[in-house]
């Protein structure tokens, strides 16, 4: 079983930056499946990036080019890098851990994108 925590939300100007971290705790991290998902009121949640225990990235195209999501397996860590943020952009996100029939959420971390 995996517990996720994210962090490094806020509020940032359009055409502005924010690093998103997702730390693990738990066992075998390396052989989960993580990735980035985001959630606005009254939509249902979505899948942003991806990144395999191999390192190989998936990105959805509405921020392939901005963002940039990787990992540390020695600390059990998953970041996401985001740039030229947009208004758009504004949501909870969250980390999850995938493996099989087993995933685990985090509790999310909000983005806010205004001037």
């Known amino acids: 079983q995996l517990q996720l925590a994210e962090s490094g939300g806020g509020l940032v100007q359009p055409g502005g930056s924010l690093t998103l971290s997702c730390a693990a705790s738990g066992n075998m991290f390396r052989t989960y499946l993580m990735s980035w998902h985001r959630q606005t009121p009254g939509k249902e949640r979505e899948l942003v990036a991806t990144?395999?225990?191999?390192?190989?990235?998936s990105y959805e195209h509405f921020v392939k080019g901005r963002f940039t999501i990787s990992r540390d397996n020695a600390k059990n860590t998953v970041s996401l890098q985001m740039n030229d943020l947009k208004p758009e952009d504004t949501a909870v996100y969250y980390c999850?851990?995938?493996?099989?029939?087993?995933?685990?959420w985090g509790q999310g971390t909000q983005v806010t994108v205004s001037s």
């Open positions: 990144i395999a225990n191999s390192d190989v990235v």
């Open positions: 999850k851990a995938f493996r099989g029939t087993r995933a685990f």
